[in-house]
């Protein structure tokens, strides 16, 4: 597990990985209570097969709520973010690190052509790179101790 692994390895360890899409034509708060009822922070917004946007809770935050949006009145079209920066399941954990920390975002989508296949987040990643972490401290563990093979 290390930052040259690739995003399809990390989508076929992640624990949740369903699709929650939401078209751009439905309400803010539709978007709202799907996030809370999955405990997600940011959806995919889908115009039929089509990834036309991202919405996310900081979206809501910094374009529903200050602005002065209700969330009942306000289609997800409104204040979701477009276009959408996205990665294919060849990218390594280290673009995705690199382009979350540039475009100062935490989801990323991943398509293969133009098919949603998942979605990666920022806490997606960190887990990843501590899991790493923690198999070099246990096999340096074994090395110094002699339990090491070899």
């Known amino acids: 597990m290390r930052i040259t692994d690739t995003v399809d390895q990390?989508?076929?360890h992640?624990?949740?990985n369903k699709i929650l899409p939401i078209s751009p034509e439905q309400t803010v708060h539709e978007a709202?209570?799907?996030m809370?009822?999955?405990d997600v922070g940011a959806l995919m917004v889908l115009s039929g097969d089509t990834l036309v946007g991202i919405l996310s809770e900081r979206d809501y935050a910094r374009?529903?709520?200050l602005r002065g949006h209700h969330s009942k009145d306000t289609k997800i079209s409104d204040i979701m973010t477009s276009p959408v920066i996205s990665v294919t399941p060849r990218h390594t954990?280290?673009?995705c690190m690199n382009l979350m920390t540039e475009g100062h975002f935490r989801h990323l989508p991943v398509l293969?052509?133009?098919r949603v296949v998942g979605i990666i987040s920022v806490g997606d990643i960190i887990k990843w790179v501590i899991s790493g972490q923690?198999?070099?401290?246990q096999a340096l563990e074994g090395y110094i101790t002699g339990a090491y093979p070899g």
Do not use: C
Request: charged letters at 35%; proline letters at 0%.
């Open 36 to 38: 809370a009822e999955y």
């Open 63 to 65: 374009k529903g709520i």
């Open 32 to 34: 709202l209570s799907l």
């Open 93 to 95: 954990v280290d673009d």
């Open 14 to 16: 992640k624990t949740f």
């Open 112 to 114: 293969e052509g133009d």
């Open 134 to 137: 923690e198999h070099a401290i």
């Open 10 to 12: 990390v989508l076929k």
